[in-house]
Protein backbone atom coordinates (compact mmCIF):
# COMPACT_ATOMS: atom_id res chain seq x y z
CA UNK A 1 0.00 0.00 0.00
CA UNK A 2 2.95 2.31 -0.18
CA UNK A 3 4.05 1.78 -3.73
CA UNK A 4 3.75 5.24 -5.06
CA UNK A 5 5.51 6.78 -2.07
CA UNK A 6 8.33 4.60 -3.04
CA UNK A 7 8.34 5.32 -6.42
CA UNK A 8 7.97 9.00 -6.29
CA UNK A 9 10.88 8.85 -3.68
CA UNK A 10 12.99 7.15 -6.14
CA UNK A 11 11.57 8.17 -9.64
CA UNK A 12 13.85 10.94 -11.15
CA UNK A 13 10.98 12.75 -13.01
CA UNK A 14 9.20 13.37 -9.94
CA UNK A 15 8.67 16.75 -8.69
CA UNK A 16 11.48 17.84 -5.73
CA UNK A 17 8.29 18.40 -3.58
CA UNK A 18 7.00 15.32 -4.46
CA UNK A 19 10.30 13.73 -3.84
CA UNK A 20 10.38 15.30 -0.57
CA UNK A 21 6.61 14.73 0.44
CA UNK A 22 7.14 10.78 -0.39
CA UNK A 23 9.71 10.43 2.28
CA UNK A 24 8.31 12.51 4.66
CA UNK A 25 4.57 10.02 4.45
CA UNK A 26 7.01 6.98 4.46
CA UNK A 27 8.86 8.14 7.92
CA UNK A 28 5.64 9.31 9.81
CA UNK A 29 4.56 5.47 9.16
CA UNK A 30 7.54 4.05 9.80
CA UNK A 31 8.52 6.34 12.92
CA UNK A 32 4.91 5.27 14.36
CA UNK A 33 5.23 1.51 13.32
CA UNK A 34 2.02 1.21 11.17
CA UNK A 35 1.93 -2.46 9.67
CA UNK A 36 1.94 -1.94 6.15
CA UNK A 37 2.53 -5.28 4.93
CA UNK A 38 -0.03 -8.70 5.65
CA UNK A 39 2.18 -11.91 6.92
CA UNK A 40 1.63 -14.82 4.22
CA UNK A 41 -0.53 -17.05 6.20
CA UNK A 42 -3.06 -14.05 6.73
CA UNK A 43 -3.27 -14.02 3.23
CA UNK A 44 -3.43 -17.21 2.88
CA UNK A 45 -6.65 -17.66 4.99
CA UNK A 46 -8.02 -14.66 2.89
CA UNK A 47 -7.54 -16.87 0.11
CA UNK A 48 -9.33 -19.69 1.98
CA UNK A 49 -12.12 -18.11 3.25
CA UNK A 50 -12.93 -16.27 -0.38
CA UNK A 51 -12.68 -19.61 -1.78
CA UNK A 52 -15.30 -21.30 0.78
CA UNK A 53 -17.05 -18.74 2.51
CA UNK A 54 -19.93 -19.24 5.19
CA UNK A 55 -22.84 -17.95 3.60
CA UNK A 56 -25.74 -17.10 4.92
CA UNK A 57 -29.31 -19.04 3.81
CA UNK A 58 -31.68 -15.87 3.59
CA UNK A 59 -31.86 -14.49 -0.03
CA UNK A 60 -32.70 -10.37 -0.20
CA UNK A 61 -30.89 -9.92 -3.20
CA UNK A 62 -34.33 -8.68 -4.48
CA UNK A 63 -34.11 -6.06 -2.19
CA UNK A 64 -32.60 -2.36 -4.13
CA UNK A 65 -30.01 -0.92 -2.42
CA UNK A 66 -27.87 1.69 -3.39
CA UNK A 67 -24.43 2.80 -1.48
CA UNK A 68 -22.78 6.40 -0.74
CA UNK A 69 -19.51 6.85 -0.25
CA UNK A 70 -16.44 9.16 -1.19
CA UNK A 71 -15.06 8.87 -4.82
CA UNK A 72 -12.66 5.52 -5.66
CA UNK A 73 -13.62 4.04 -2.72
CA UNK A 74 -13.58 0.27 -2.98
CA UNK A 75 -14.15 -0.74 0.85
CA UNK A 76 -17.99 -0.47 0.88
CA UNK A 77 -19.29 -0.99 3.73
CA UNK A 78 -22.86 -0.04 4.00
CA UNK A 79 -25.85 -0.48 1.14
CA UNK A 80 -29.22 0.49 1.81
CA UNK A 81 -32.71 1.15 0.80
CA UNK A 82 -35.10 3.15 2.21
CA UNK A 83 -38.99 3.23 1.41
CA UNK A 84 -42.06 4.36 2.53
CA UNK A 85 -43.85 2.21 5.57
CA UNK A 86 -47.77 3.39 5.96
CA UNK A 87 -46.97 6.73 7.73
CA UNK A 88 -43.75 6.16 8.14
CA UNK A 89 -40.40 4.39 6.84
CA UNK A 90 -38.39 1.61 6.76
CA UNK A 91 -34.81 1.52 5.97
CA UNK A 92 -32.65 -1.31 5.60
CA UNK A 93 -29.34 -1.23 5.59
CA UNK A 94 -26.51 -3.83 5.09
CA UNK A 95 -23.68 -4.12 6.08
CA UNK A 96 -20.17 -5.90 5.02
CA UNK A 97 -20.23 -9.26 6.87
CA UNK A 98 -16.58 -9.85 7.34
CA UNK A 99 -16.31 -13.09 9.58
CA UNK A 100 -18.44 -15.18 6.50
CA UNK A 101 -14.51 -14.80 5.33
CA UNK A 102 -12.45 -14.64 8.31
CA UNK A 103 -11.10 -17.72 10.50
CA UNK A 104 -11.51 -16.19 14.45
CA UNK A 105 -8.50 -17.26 15.78
CA UNK A 106 -6.00 -17.20 13.27
CA UNK A 107 -3.64 -15.42 11.80
CA UNK A 108 -5.83 -12.75 10.13
CA UNK A 109 -7.78 -12.58 13.29
CA UNK A 110 -4.37 -11.66 15.17
CA UNK A 111 -3.17 -9.10 12.18
CA UNK A 112 -6.58 -7.15 12.49
CA UNK A 113 -6.23 -6.87 16.19
CA UNK A 114 -2.69 -5.44 15.36
CA UNK A 115 -3.53 -2.88 13.47
CA UNK A 116 -7.58 -1.86 14.61
CA UNK A 117 -8.33 0.35 11.85
CA UNK A 118 -7.71 1.39 8.52
CA UNK A 119 -4.93 4.45 8.48
CA UNK A 120 -5.65 6.88 5.65
CA UNK A 121 -2.73 8.75 4.39
CA UNK A 122 -2.59 11.07 1.28
CA UNK A 123 -0.53 9.02 -0.90
CA UNK A 124 -1.65 5.21 0.12
CA UNK A 125 -4.62 3.26 2.53
CA UNK A 126 -2.88 1.11 5.28
CA UNK A 127 -5.67 -1.74 5.71
CA UNK A 128 -7.52 -3.36 8.24
CA UNK A 129 -8.00 -5.97 5.72
CA UNK A 130 -6.25 -7.33 2.72
CA UNK A 131 -7.36 -5.75 -0.64
CA UNK A 132 -8.99 -9.21 -1.58
CA UNK A 133 -10.96 -8.66 1.55
CA UNK A 134 -11.82 -5.70 1.80
CA UNK A 135 -11.77 -4.02 -1.70
CA UNK A 136 -12.81 -7.01 -2.99
CA UNK A 137 -14.73 -10.75 -1.63
CA UNK A 138 -16.90 -8.65 1.01
CA UNK A 139 -17.22 -5.26 -0.34
CA UNK A 140 -20.85 -4.24 -1.23
CA UNK A 141 -19.67 -3.33 -4.81
CA UNK A 142 -22.93 -2.80 -7.50
CA UNK A 143 -24.47 -6.20 -8.91
CA UNK A 144 -22.24 -8.31 -7.08
CA UNK A 145 -23.89 -10.68 -4.75
CA UNK A 146 -22.03 -10.59 -1.17
CA UNK A 147 -23.09 -11.72 2.29
CA UNK A 148 -24.64 -9.05 4.73
CA UNK A 149 -25.92 -8.04 8.43
CA UNK A 150 -29.20 -6.62 6.93
CA UNK A 151 -30.39 -4.13 9.57
CA UNK A 152 -34.17 -4.01 8.93
CA UNK A 153 -34.99 -0.62 10.95
CA UNK A 154 -39.08 0.91 11.22
CA UNK A 155 -39.74 4.09 11.55
CA UNK A 156 -42.95 6.82 12.63
CA UNK A 157 -43.76 9.80 10.65
CA UNK A 158 -41.14 11.54 12.78
CA UNK A 159 -38.51 9.76 12.60
CA UNK A 160 -38.46 7.90 15.97
CA UNK A 161 -37.39 4.12 15.72
CA UNK A 162 -40.22 1.66 16.10
CA UNK A 163 -39.07 -1.57 15.43
CA UNK A 164 -35.40 -3.30 14.32
CA UNK A 165 -33.87 -5.96 14.01
CA UNK A 166 -30.71 -7.45 12.28
CA UNK A 167 -29.83 -10.56 10.28
CA UNK A 168 -27.70 -12.35 7.99
CA UNK A 169 -28.42 -12.36 4.21
CA UNK A 170 -27.54 -12.10 0.35
CA UNK A 171 -27.89 -8.94 -0.69
CA UNK A 172 -26.76 -7.36 -4.00
CA UNK A 173 -26.50 -3.51 -4.43
CA UNK A 174 -27.66 -1.78 -7.25
CA UNK A 175 -26.06 1.57 -7.91
CA UNK A 176 -22.97 3.57 -5.95
CA UNK A 177 -23.10 7.20 -5.39
CA UNK A 178 -20.57 9.99 -4.57
CA UNK A 179 -21.64 12.23 -1.54
CA UNK A 180 -21.48 15.08 -4.44
CA UNK A 181 -23.29 13.22 -6.28
CA UNK A 182 -26.37 12.52 -4.45
CA UNK A 183 -26.36 16.25 -2.92
CA UNK A 184 -26.61 17.15 -6.86
CA UNK A 185 -29.69 14.54 -7.79
CA UNK A 186 -31.52 15.22 -4.76
CA UNK A 187 -31.55 19.16 -4.98
CA UNK A 188 -32.04 19.07 -9.16
CA UNK A 189 -34.81 16.77 -8.29
CA UNK A 190 -33.62 13.73 -10.28
CA UNK A 191 -33.23 11.46 -7.29
CA UNK A 192 -34.57 7.97 -7.05
CA UNK A 193 -36.70 7.17 -4.24
CA UNK A 194 -34.08 5.77 -1.80
CA UNK A 195 -32.00 9.17 -2.16
CA UNK A 196 -34.96 11.64 -1.78
CA UNK A 197 -36.16 9.53 1.12
CA UNK A 198 -32.39 9.24 2.65
CA UNK A 199 -32.72 13.36 3.18
CA UNK A 200 -36.17 13.36 4.73
CA UNK A 201 -35.23 10.64 7.22
CA UNK A 202 -31.85 12.50 7.70
CA UNK A 203 -33.09 15.62 8.46
CA UNK A 204 -36.14 14.46 10.44
CA UNK A 205 -33.00 12.03 12.27
CA UNK A 206 -31.18 15.19 12.71
CA UNK A 207 -33.77 17.10 14.01
CA UNK A 208 -34.36 14.32 16.90
CA UNK A 209 -30.85 14.73 17.68
CA UNK A 210 -30.86 18.25 18.44
CA UNK A 211 -34.02 17.34 20.23
CA UNK A 212 -31.95 15.06 22.67
CA UNK A 213 -29.42 17.47 23.00
CA UNK A 214 -26.61 15.73 20.65
CA UNK A 215 -24.59 18.08 18.54
CA UNK A 216 -22.13 17.35 15.79
CA UNK A 217 -19.51 19.63 14.58
CA UNK A 218 -19.50 21.41 11.53
CA UNK A 219 -15.64 21.48 10.75
CA UNK A 220 -14.77 21.98 7.20
CA UNK A 221 -12.69 18.90 6.05
CA UNK A 222 -9.02 20.06 5.51
CA UNK A 223 -9.08 18.16 2.46
CA UNK A 224 -5.52 17.06 0.81
CA UNK A 225 -5.79 16.49 -3.13
CA UNK A 226 -3.28 14.93 -5.81
CA UNK A 227 -2.12 17.48 -8.34
CA UNK A 228 0.00 16.40 -10.74
CA UNK A 229 -0.10 12.83 -10.68
CA UNK A 230 3.44 12.16 -12.06
CA UNK A 231 5.09 14.86 -10.30
CA UNK A 232 3.36 13.78 -7.04
CA UNK A 233 2.22 17.22 -5.78
CA UNK A 234 -0.62 17.30 -3.81
CA UNK A 235 -3.16 20.52 -2.85
CA UNK A 236 -5.03 21.55 0.53
CA UNK A 237 -7.83 22.92 0.57
CA UNK A 238 -10.86 23.46 3.32
CA UNK A 239 -13.99 21.43 2.11
CA UNK A 240 -17.05 22.59 3.89
CA UNK A 241 -19.37 18.95 4.28
CA UNK A 242 -22.09 19.01 2.00
CA UNK A 243 -26.02 18.53 3.50
CA UNK A 244 -25.57 14.86 1.98
CA UNK A 245 -22.93 13.70 4.15
CA UNK A 246 -25.11 14.77 7.49
CA UNK A 247 -27.87 12.53 6.00
CA UNK A 248 -25.97 9.28 5.49
CA UNK A 249 -24.21 9.76 8.69
CA UNK A 250 -27.70 10.32 10.23
CA UNK A 251 -28.61 6.24 9.03
CA UNK A 252 -25.24 5.14 10.58
CA UNK A 253 -25.74 7.21 13.70
CA UNK A 254 -29.43 5.03 14.11
CA UNK A 255 -28.02 1.78 13.05
CA UNK A 256 -25.92 2.61 15.93
CA UNK A 257 -28.42 3.61 18.55
CA UNK A 258 -30.27 0.86 17.48
CA UNK A 259 -27.56 -1.80 18.12
CA UNK A 260 -26.60 0.08 21.51
CA UNK A 261 -30.10 -0.99 22.91
CA UNK A 262 -29.90 -4.04 21.45
CA UNK A 263 -26.83 -4.89 23.37
CA UNK A 264 -27.99 -3.58 26.96
CA UNK A 265 -31.20 -5.06 26.76
CA UNK A 266 -29.52 -8.14 26.24
CA UNK A 267 -26.38 -7.65 29.16
CA UNK A 268 -23.55 -8.34 26.56
CA UNK A 269 -21.76 -5.37 24.03
CA UNK A 270 -19.19 -2.81 23.53
CA UNK A 271 -20.39 0.70 23.62
CA UNK A 272 -18.73 3.70 22.00
CA UNK A 273 -18.86 7.03 24.39
CA UNK A 274 -17.75 9.88 25.07
CA UNK A 275 -19.09 11.81 28.59
CA UNK A 276 -21.07 14.99 28.42
CA UNK A 277 -18.98 18.22 28.77
CA UNK A 278 -18.99 19.70 32.34
CA UNK A 279 -20.93 23.03 33.15
CA UNK A 280 -17.84 25.02 32.77
CA UNK A 281 -17.08 24.21 29.58
CA UNK A 282 -19.51 24.84 28.12
CA UNK A 283 -19.75 27.81 29.91
CA UNK A 284 -16.53 28.95 28.34
CA UNK A 285 -17.62 28.34 24.93
CA UNK A 286 -20.47 30.45 25.44
CA UNK A 287 -18.34 33.63 26.37
CA UNK A 288 -16.26 32.94 23.66
CA UNK A 289 -19.01 33.02 21.17
CA UNK A 290 -19.70 36.28 22.25
CA UNK A 291 -16.22 37.19 22.27
CA UNK A 292 -16.07 36.23 18.84
CA UNK A 293 -19.40 38.65 18.47
CA UNK A 294 -21.53 35.88 17.46
CA UNK A 295 -25.42 35.45 18.38
CA UNK A 296 -25.74 32.32 20.52
CA UNK A 297 -29.97 32.68 21.88
CA UNK A 298 -29.77 31.76 25.60
CA UNK A 299 -31.98 28.21 26.55
CA UNK A 300 -30.85 26.98 23.03
CA UNK A 301 -28.39 24.14 23.27
CA UNK A 302 -25.05 23.84 22.38
CA UNK A 303 -25.96 21.15 19.48
CA UNK A 304 -28.63 23.20 17.94
CA UNK A 305 -26.29 26.40 17.95
CA UNK A 306 -23.40 24.49 16.57
CA UNK A 307 -25.77 23.43 13.51
CA UNK A 308 -26.69 27.33 12.81
CA UNK A 309 -23.08 27.77 11.77
CA UNK A 310 -22.21 28.22 8.02
CA UNK A 311 -20.09 25.53 6.82
CA UNK A 312 -19.59 27.86 4.15
CA UNK A 313 -18.20 30.69 6.43
CA UNK A 314 -14.21 31.39 7.00
CA UNK A 315 -15.69 33.68 9.50
CA UNK A 316 -17.11 30.86 11.89
CA UNK A 317 -13.76 29.01 11.66
CA UNK A 318 -12.55 29.97 15.35
CA UNK A 319 -16.38 29.16 16.61
CA UNK A 320 -16.15 25.59 15.36
CA UNK A 321 -12.53 25.64 16.38
CA UNK A 322 -13.75 26.58 20.65
CA UNK A 323 -16.02 23.72 20.33
CA UNK A 324 -13.23 20.57 19.56
CA UNK A 325 -12.57 20.75 23.52
CA UNK A 326 -16.66 19.76 24.05
CA UNK A 327 -15.95 16.55 22.08
CA UNK A 328 -13.55 14.67 23.67
CA UNK A 329 -12.67 11.28 25.92
CA UNK A 330 -14.46 9.13 23.51
CA UNK A 331 -13.64 5.96 24.25
CA UNK A 332 -15.42 2.65 24.35
CA UNK A 333 -16.88 0.60 27.25
CA UNK A 334 -17.37 -3.54 26.95
CA UNK A 335 -19.69 -5.31 29.40
CA UNK A 336 -20.82 -8.50 30.01
CA UNK A 337 -23.65 -9.18 32.48
CA UNK A 338 -23.09 -6.25 34.58
CA UNK A 339 -24.36 -2.79 33.36
CA UNK A 340 -21.89 -0.28 32.72
CA UNK A 341 -23.23 2.55 35.47
CA UNK A 342 -25.61 5.66 33.08
CA UNK A 343 -22.73 8.27 32.67
CA UNK A 344 -21.21 5.42 30.85
CA UNK A 345 -23.58 4.60 28.77
CA UNK A 346 -24.15 8.01 26.37
CA UNK A 347 -22.56 8.90 23.51
CA UNK A 348 -22.75 12.64 24.04
CA UNK A 349 -22.77 13.87 20.68
CA UNK A 350 -25.21 11.65 19.91
CA UNK A 351 -27.21 12.04 23.12
CA UNK A 352 -27.70 8.87 23.81
CA UNK A 353 -26.34 5.04 24.57
CA UNK A 354 -24.24 4.09 21.05
CA UNK A 355 -21.99 1.33 19.14
CA UNK A 356 -19.88 1.51 16.12
CA UNK A 357 -21.26 -1.57 13.40
CA UNK A 358 -21.24 -0.21 10.70
CA UNK A 359 -17.79 -0.11 9.10
CA UNK A 360 -16.65 -3.47 9.30
CA UNK A 361 -14.07 -3.63 6.82
CA UNK A 362 -12.42 0.03 8.41
CA UNK A 363 -12.60 -0.72 12.14
CA UNK A 364 -12.09 -3.77 14.20
CA UNK A 365 -14.73 -3.30 16.43
CA UNK A 366 -17.63 -3.15 14.19
CA UNK A 367 -17.09 -6.89 13.04
CA UNK A 368 -17.78 -8.14 17.59
CA UNK A 369 -20.65 -5.30 17.92
CA UNK A 370 -22.30 -7.11 14.28
CA UNK A 371 -22.10 -10.34 15.98
CA UNK A 372 -23.49 -9.98 19.38
CA UNK A 373 -26.18 -7.90 17.74
CA UNK A 374 -27.03 -10.73 15.58
CA UNK A 375 -27.00 -13.24 18.23
CA UNK A 376 -29.21 -11.01 20.02
CA UNK A 377 -31.50 -10.52 18.00
CA UNK A 378 -32.02 -13.89 16.65
CA UNK A 379 -32.27 -15.70 20.29
CA UNK A 380 -29.14 -17.56 19.66
CA UNK A 381 -25.84 -17.74 21.79
CA UNK A 382 -23.38 -15.10 21.62
CA UNK A 383 -20.50 -16.61 19.71
CA UNK A 384 -17.69 -17.22 22.44
CA UNK A 385 -15.09 -15.67 20.09
CA UNK A 386 -16.69 -12.29 19.96
CA UNK A 387 -17.62 -12.28 23.88
CA UNK A 388 -14.08 -13.21 24.92
CA UNK A 389 -12.82 -10.32 22.81
CA UNK A 390 -14.83 -7.74 24.54
CA UNK A 391 -12.69 -6.71 27.30
CA UNK A 392 -9.66 -5.97 25.42
CA UNK A 393 -11.54 -3.94 22.43
CA UNK A 394 -11.25 -0.93 24.27
CA UNK A 395 -7.44 -0.98 25.02
CA UNK A 396 -6.99 -2.24 21.50
CA UNK A 397 -9.13 0.55 19.81
CA UNK A 398 -7.41 2.98 21.57
CA UNK A 399 -3.93 2.25 21.22
CA UNK A 400 -4.60 1.93 17.11
CA UNK A 401 -6.68 4.84 16.98
CA UNK A 402 -3.76 6.80 19.22
CA UNK A 403 -1.43 5.66 16.14
CA UNK A 404 -4.16 6.49 13.06
CA UNK A 405 -4.76 9.79 14.35
CA UNK A 406 -0.96 10.74 15.13
CA UNK A 407 0.01 9.20 11.02
CA UNK A 408 -2.82 11.84 9.92
CA UNK A 409 -1.20 14.39 11.66
CA UNK A 410 2.17 13.59 10.44
CA UNK A 411 1.36 13.78 7.10
CA UNK A 412 -1.21 16.51 6.75
CA UNK A 413 1.82 18.66 8.49
CA UNK A 414 4.36 17.49 5.72
CA UNK A 415 1.88 18.67 3.26
CA UNK A 416 0.67 21.68 4.62
CA UNK A 417 4.50 22.49 4.76
CA UNK A 418 4.84 21.53 1.13
CA UNK A 419 2.30 24.07 -0.12
CA UNK A 420 4.11 26.72 1.45
CA UNK A 421 7.85 25.59 0.73
CA UNK A 422 8.48 27.62 -2.02
CA UNK A 423 6.34 30.92 -0.93
CA UNK A 424 9.22 31.57 2.00
CA UNK A 425 8.62 35.18 2.80
CA UNK A 426 5.03 35.50 1.14
CA UNK A 427 2.78 36.84 3.06
CA UNK A 428 -1.02 35.58 3.78
CA UNK A 429 -4.90 36.27 5.27
CA UNK A 430 -5.62 34.48 8.29
CA UNK A 431 -8.04 33.70 11.09
CA UNK A 432 -6.61 33.64 14.67
CA UNK A 433 -9.13 30.40 15.72
CA UNK A 434 -7.05 29.35 19.37
CA UNK A 435 -4.83 30.94 22.20
CA UNK A 436 -1.32 29.04 22.83
CA UNK A 437 0.26 31.14 25.15
CA UNK A 438 1.61 35.14 25.48
CA UNK A 439 3.29 35.49 22.26
CA UNK A 440 1.45 33.05 20.22
CA UNK A 441 -1.60 31.98 18.53
CA UNK A 442 -3.45 29.24 16.06
CA UNK A 443 -4.05 30.90 13.25
CA UNK A 444 -6.15 29.68 9.81
CA UNK A 445 -4.79 30.59 6.52
CA UNK A 446 -7.31 31.34 4.25
CA UNK A 447 -5.81 30.33 0.95
CA UNK A 448 -3.95 28.11 1.14
CA UNK A 449 -6.38 26.62 4.13
CA UNK A 450 -3.52 25.38 6.82
CA UNK A 451 -3.69 25.59 10.24
CA UNK A 452 -0.56 26.44 12.51
CA UNK A 453 0.85 28.37 15.39
CA UNK A 454 2.42 31.85 14.52
CA UNK A 455 4.49 34.07 16.54
CA UNK A 456 2.78 36.93 18.14
CA UNK A 457 -0.44 38.02 19.73
CA UNK A 458 -3.84 39.07 18.27
CA UNK A 459 -7.57 38.66 19.30
CA UNK A 460 -9.50 35.41 18.95
CA UNK A 461 -11.49 35.70 15.89
CA UNK A 462 -9.31 37.94 14.44
CA UNK A 463 -8.14 38.80 11.33
CA UNK A 464 -3.92 39.13 10.39
CA UNK A 465 -1.58 38.99 7.82
CA UNK A 466 1.25 36.35 8.58
CA UNK A 467 4.50 35.80 7.11
CA UNK A 468 6.00 32.53 6.27
CA UNK A 469 9.62 32.21 7.95
CA UNK A 470 10.23 28.76 7.05
CA UNK A 471 8.60 25.69 6.14
CA UNK A 472 10.62 21.84 6.61
CA UNK A 473 8.84 18.99 4.49
CA UNK A 474 10.35 16.04 6.15
CA UNK A 475 9.82 18.05 9.37
CA UNK A 476 6.62 18.69 8.77
CA UNK A 477 7.10 21.94 10.39
CA UNK A 478 6.02 25.31 9.32
CA UNK A 479 7.20 29.10 10.98
CA UNK A 480 4.40 32.12 10.43
CA UNK A 481 4.91 35.41 12.12
CA UNK A 482 1.99 38.08 12.91
CA UNK A 483 3.29 41.09 10.77
CA UNK A 484 -0.71 42.60 10.27
CA UNK A 485 -3.68 43.07 12.12
CA UNK A 486 -6.86 44.52 10.76
CA UNK A 487 -8.33 47.03 12.85
Known sequence: MVERATSLA???????????????????????EVRQTFPDAALAEVEQGVAAPDLPGRDETGVELITVDPPGSMDLDQAMHLERDGSGFRVRYAIADVPAFLAEGGALDAETRLRGQTIYCPDARVPLHPPALSEEAASLLPDAVRPAYVWDIRLTADGTRHSAEVYRAMVRSRRRYTYEQVQELVDGGEAEQTLVLLKEVGELRAAREIARGGASLPMPEQEVGTGDEE??????????????????????????????????????????TMPEPGEGAVARFRREVEALGAHWPDGMPYGEFLRTLDRADTRHLAIVNAATFLFRGAGYTAFDGELPPEKD??????????????APLRRLVDRFGLAVCEALCSGSEVPAWAREALPGLPGVMEETGRRARAVDRGCLAAVEAAVLHDRVGEDFEAVVVDGVDGDRVQVQLLDPPVSDVAT?????????????????????????RIVGQDG
Do not use: K
Request: overall charge neutral; some cysteine; charged content about 20%.
Open 231 to 272: GGDYTLRLRPLLAAEDWNAQISLLTGMVAARMMLEGGVGILR
Open 10 to 32: CDPTASETGRLLARAFQQVRDDL
Open 345 to 358: RVQAAVAAPYAHVT
Open 456 to 480: GSARLGGAVTVRVERADILAGEVDL
